[in-house]
């Protein structure tokens, strides 16, 4: 058996595919997906798996975005399995949301497989990222002197029905999977952007791969991101059995214990702060600046009450023993600080 289906394989095992399941496949056409999808489709029978096919027109690359589309939508009629396609425009989400456009595609990319998960009354949503994408991550965040989330790169299921079931497997095993089977795909003419860094960390890991001392570079680099990873997982753990226990609603906010807060190592609080905030921030962006979270960070470890506001939008208040998270319209006075 070939890593793609030895890892679908696994991920019908752990639950994370499970069998019997409805799963949207999230399809670009590109190598990565279509090897999911073709690999799906011969587990399918084996598993019971409901299978969907989601591919996402994000409104750019022009007559290159309606090929793409027009091959997946081809290749799930060929396989036999539902097709299903949004389209949006990355400039005009980009502008409205004021986010870059990368960030304005991810947004609406994932609104959309969403919304056709629901559709297709779907419980996973199956994306095609592997081995590669996880190094390129750490990667990036090693320049860029990111955090733990950052370094740990894509997590393997999220709280949303999102999972990652190639986390394992690398570039040149998708590639050939793909071969042994003479499958065709889409290739992104983006990729070959150096000035993107994404691209530019790809590039590295690809020339690293051509020499003995490239490879143990990269076996290196996969076992820091292994242990990141699991380091993230147990503050996840961490954060659902310690911290949000000691979390309730207040109005339009959140009240979290600032004394099992400041307690915690910081990268839990970091996490929590995070977690706690999100359903406040802007469509597609973080709730916090890094700056700022640090700062939030460093009042809640002094022990004295204070209160911040993060991009005029978010009130964080410590007062009482209670630590407030809340929309800026919502005046902190309206809420019952005494536990």
């Known amino acids: 058996m070939d890593a793609v289906q030895s890892a679908l394989c696994g991920a019908a095992a752990e639950g994370l595919l499970p069998p019997g399941g409805a799963i949207l496949l999230a399809v670009s056409g590109g190598a990565d997906s279509t090897a999911l999808l073709h690999a799906a ?15 996402v027109h994000h409104g750019w690359r022009g007559r290159e975005a309606d090929r793409d589309e027009e091959f997946v939508a081809e290749t799930a009629r060929r396989l036999s399995v539902p097709f299903r396609r949004r389209r949006g425009s990355v400039p005009e989400t980009a502008r409205s949301l004021g986010l870059s456009p990368e960030a304005a595609a991810r947004f609406l990319r994932y609104e959309a497989l969403a919304e056709m998960a629901h559709e297709a009354r779907a419980s996973r949503i199956a994306t095609a990222h592997q081995h590669d994408d996880v190094l390129e991550s750490l990667w990036l965040a090693r320049q860029r002197r990111g955090g733990l989330r950052q370094r740990a790169g894509p997590r393997r299921e999220r709280e949303d029905g999102v999972v990652r079931p190639l986390l394992s497997v690398t570039r040149p095993e998708i590639l050939r999977f793909l071969g042994e089977r003479d499958l065709v795909f889409r290739r992104d003419a983006t990729n070959g952007d150096s000035r993107r860094s994404r691209t530019a960390a790809r590039r590295a890991i690809a020339a690293l791969r051509r020499t003995p001392d490239g490879r ?6 996969s076992r820091q991101a292994e242990a990141l990873g699991a380091e ?17 609603r207040a109005g339009a906010g959140v009240l979290a214990d600032a004394a099992a807060l400041a307690a915690s190592p910081p990268e839990l609080v970091r996490l929590a702060l995070d977690r706690l905030a999100a359903g ?3 469509p597609g962006k973080a709730p916090f600046t890094g700056p700022e979270r640090e700062q939030i960070l460093s009042r809640l470890q002094s022990g004295g009450d204070f209160r911040f506001e993060a991009g005029r939008r978010i009130t964080i208040e410590r007062r009482r023993g209670n630590l407030l998270l809340a929309p800026r319209e919502a005046p902190p006075r309206v809420y019952d600080f005494r536990g």
């Open 41 to 55: 489709r011969e587990l399918s029978p084996r598993y019971g798996w409901e299978l969907s096919v989601g591919h």
């Open 280 to 282: 406040f921030a802007r």
């Open 232 to 248: 993230r997982d147990s503050l996840e753990r961490r954060l659902t059995e310690e911290i949000l226990p000691r979390t309730r």
């Open 216 to 221: 143990r570079t990269l076996d290196e680099l």
